[in-house]
T-cell receptor, first 114, second 110 residues
Framework: ETGVTQTPRHLVMGMTNKKSLKCEQH?????MYWYKQSAKKPLELMFV???????ENNSVPSRFSPECPNSSHLFLHLHTLQPEDSALYLC?????????????FGPGTRLTVT | GQQVMQIPQYQHVQEGEDFTTYCNSS?????IQWYKQRPGGHPVFLIQ?????EVKKQKRLTFQFGEAKKNSSLHITATQTTDVGTYFC??????????FGKGTLLTVNP
């Protein structure tokens, strides 16, 4: 499946580093999402962008900074992370239209903070 | 806020046995979606239910949405090793937001 791509697939960073995660969707969707998936926890919604406007910021620490330059691209800028931020970060997109808005996920970035 | 509870957390079955996972929401949902995540993979959309009491089938998978639109179930008949993975329900409230359950990890012994 190549509808939603994410890079890098794996990332190891120190607590003082700055890095960015990239997501691109090729489905023509109008909404994009960042989720955090940790062991033994539900998928946690972090940010939602609808038509390039941020519509949801789920009490995410400021060390995570999203950017959505256009409807196809989504970034997550990371700085001064903590070890508990280690997780799988998933990007998703959907086409908002009435009730039907199934989400298409990318393969994720496995992040390890040392 | 909206909470979605899913049980069981784990289920191990012998190949050929049936499997069911249940989902309950603290609030009435506009729709419910089900996703499957294979080990090492990412969630993949399976189906969406919208109507009260709706039942949908996909081959050996049967999905139900409760009359009150607060609960749902996924039933797999005669499991196969290819069914292994984590099954998530996700409740739809507002237009863009889904609340995911913790998922049920299904393992199948051949």
């Amino acid at each position: 499946e190549t509808g939603v791509t994410q890079t890098p697939r794996h990332l190891v960073m120190g607590m003082t580093n700055k890095k960015s995660l990239k997501c691109e969707q090729h489905l023509g969707h109008n909404a994009m999402y960042w989720y955090k998936q940790s062991a033994k926890k539900p998928l946690e919604l972090m940010f939602v962008y609808s038509l390039e406007e941020r519509v949801e910021n789920n009490s995410v620490p400021s060390r995570f900074s999203p950017e959505c330059p256009n409807s196809s691209h989504l970034f997550l800028h990371l700085h001064t992370l903590q070890p508990e931020d280690s997780a799988l970060y998933l990007c998703a997109s959907s086409q908002l239209r009435g009730v039907g808005y199934e989400q298409y996920f990318g393969p994720g970035t496995r992040l390890t903070v040392t | 806020g909206q909470q979605v509870m899913q049980i069981p957390q784990y289920q191990h079955v012998q190949e050929g046995e049936d499997f069911t996972t249940y989902c309950n929401s603290s609030t009435t949902l506009s729709n419910i979606q089900w996703y499957k995540q294979r080990p090492g993979g990412h969630p993949v959309f399976l189906i969406q239910l919208v109507k009260s009491g709706e039942v949908k089938k996909q081959k050996r998978l049967t999905f139900q949405f409760g009359e009150a639109k607060k609960n749902s179930s996924l039933h797999i008949t005669a499991t196969q090793t290819t069914d292994v993975g984590t099954y998530f329900c996700a409740g739809g409230g507002s237009n863009y937001k889904l609340t995911f359950g913790k998922g049920t990890l299904l393992t199948v012994n051949p």
